[in-house]
């Protein structure tokens, strides 16, 4: 155990890098600015997709009701909206090394709380798009009656998403920046 911990001291104090704030820290914060919008937009997309098929397949034996069913879609395309913003919060947050120098200011500590960030707010956006997508094919296709009953799982479904946003925007409040002399 101490010989891997002289050859990691080694390695630090002859690249100028720090165990805190090392140079790979920033790819950690980029792949959860990645999984926000990915997720959030996937999650989005099969909703709009679901619920399209539920509104076409209801458009057919009721063309009145078109434009009132089109609620779950407008809810599903928000998802993606909140991966964009927790991705442009991110993306403000993540430093280059300093201005002249080779140290980096990101911290290992910085880039995992901005990893669970993306994390959390693309799947929960992920897993609310396909459940807003299953409930309005659902209710589209069978019954023009359940509209309300519809529209409120949906909402809840849609609060899923709404959390894993807040959550993110938690996590990405977090701060940790090494300082050099």
Known sequence: MDQSRRVLEEYYNDSNESYACPSWA??????GIACAVCFAN???AYGTARAGQGIMAM???SPEL???NIIPVVMAGVLGIYGMIVAVILNGKITPPGAGTRYAT???FNAFCHLAAGLCCGL??????IAIGISADAANSGNDNLFVATI???VFASNIGLY???TSLILSQQDYTCEYN
Do not use: A, D, E
Not at 26 to 31: D, E, H, L, S, W
Not at 124 to 129: D, K, R
């Open 59 to 61: 458009g057919i034996r």
């Open 124 to 129: 929960t956006s992920l897993i609310s798009g």
């Open 26 to 31: 920033p790819t950690v914060g980029f792949i």
């Open 106 to 108: 990101y911290s290992q």
């Open 152 to 154: 409120l799982i949906q």
């Open 164 to 166: 894993g946003l807040i």
């Open 66 to 68: 078109l434009m009132k």
């Open 42 to 44: 996937i999650g989005g």
